[in-house]
């Protein structure tokens, strides 16, 4: 290779690397058929399907993937889950609010109550109890 054929090449490779150096890239958690996790630019987190196209804005505080159906509950996780790794149960109170998302079919069941989200759970034949985490990213 030629002196005058290798510089313009180093370049083009160098501009090559550097430009997906500097392009972030928001971490996500995949979920089934197509369905993921994603942060919001308000902090919360958001369930998105194909190129940003929120189904739940969320935000959402904590989650569980059974089969193909994604449930969680609604708002801002606890505190705790900020400390600690997800292995704390999340433990809504009487305010909270739940969804059921199956991704099968794309049905969407959102602000249900503790009994309306164990009754439609318990509709999907879904085990009984579920046990909700608050996601977690990495940093």
């Not at 199956?102 to 009754?119: F, H």
Request: glycine share 10%; net charge negative.
């Amino acid at each position: 290779m030629s002196g005058r054929a290798f510089i313009p090449g180093l370049a083009i490779v160098f501009l090559s690397v550097s430009a997906c150096a500097a392009a972030p890239t928001a971490s996500v958690i995949a979920l089934p058929n197509g369905y993921y996790l994603e942060p919001t630019k308000s902090g919360g987190l958001a369930v998105e399907k194909g190129r940003g196209h929120e189904v739940i804005p969320g935000p959402v505080a904590a989650y569980a993937v059974v089969s193909q159906v994604v449930t969680g509950a609604l708002g801002e996780p606890p505190s705790l889950s900020r400390h600690y790794t997800n292995d704390l149960p999340f433990k809504g109170t009487a305010d909270t609010r739940y969804f059921v998302l199956d991704t099968r079919t794309g049905k969407l069941d959102s602000g249900l109550d503790e009994e309306a989200w164990k009754m439609r759970m318990s509709a999907l034949n879904l085990p009984s109890p579920i046990e909700l985490h608050s996601p977690i990213f990495p940093e």
